[in-house]
């Protein structure tokens, strides 16, 4: 779901097994940053379809937290993080969210609002839309680019000329 929010075809090439270049420099960034940030209090959970960074109880409370490098995607981030809400919600489960970008030193909690929970479904109907297509949109350079790991892909010629 976050990569739908970032860039379609990161999202199509995810959702058709089509993995990024496994040594790329910010995924391994990114995985130094998921072992290190936040330790101690390490509970990655795998469930249908999702892999949560952290589960943890604050008393009664059940809260998911989506560990990121930093906030310039936020938006994704946080549509990501409403996916998680939502899918414990079908399974019953109340739950409440937590960004957290160690970098920036930020924890920013996140409620499964209506509003929230609407943009969700339509991005999940859209995701589902796109995923069905036989081939992935066109590549369209943004912003994102320049730190994919997908970008050798996308732009080929490019780096074939470089």
Same mark, same amino acid.
């Given at each position: 779901?976050?990569?739908?929010?970032?860039?379609?075809?990161?999202?199509?090439?995810?959702?058709?097994?089509?993995?990024?270049?496994?040594?790329?420099?910010?995924?391994?960034?990114?995985?130094?940053?998921?072992?290190?940030?936040?330790?101690?209090?390490?509970?990655? !959970?795998?469930?249908?379809?999702?892999?949560?960074?952290?589960?943890?109880?604050?008393?009664?409370?059940? !809260?998911?937290?989506?560990?990121?490098?930093?906030?310039?995607?936020?938006?994704?981030?946080?549509?990501?993080?409403?996916?998680?809400?939502?899918?414990?919600?079908?399974?019953?489960?109340?739950?409440?969210?937590?960004?957290?970008?160690?970098?920036?030193?930020?924890?920013?909690?996140?409620?499964?609002?209506?509003?929230?929970?609407?943009?969700?479904?339509?991005?999940?109907?859209?995701?589902?839309?796109?995923?069905?297509?036989?081939?992935?949109?066109?590549?369209?350079?943004?912003?994102?680019?320049?730190?994919?790991?997908?970008?050798?892909?996308?732009? !080929?010629?490019?780096?074939?000329?470089?």
């Amino acid at each position: 779901m976050g990569y739908y929010g970032v860039c379609p075809r990161e999202a199509w090439l995810m959702g058709h097994a089509l993995e990024p270049y496994p040594d790329h420099e910010l995924l391994a960034l990114g995985r130094l940053l998921q072992e290190t940030a936040y330790r101690e209090e390490r509970k990655e !959970v795998a469930l249908p379809g999702m892999r949560l960074d952290l589960l943890e109880r604050e008393g009664e409370a059940l !809260v998911v937290a989506e560990v990121k490098r930093r906030s310039g995607q936020r938006e994704a981030h946080l549509l990501q993080l409403g996916y998680y809400l939502l899918a414990l919600k079908r399974l019953g489960l109340e739950a409440r969210g937590e960004l957290r970008y160690p970098e920036e030193r930020k924890v920013e909690r996140v409620e499964l609002t209506p509003d929230l929970e609407a943009r969700v479904r339509e991005a999940e109907e859209a995701l589902r839309a796109l995923l069905k297509a036989p081939t992935p949109p066109p590549a369209r350079r943004i912003p994102a680019c320049s730190g994919c790991a997908y970008f050798e892909f996308c732009f !080929v010629e490019e780096v074939e000329d470089a």
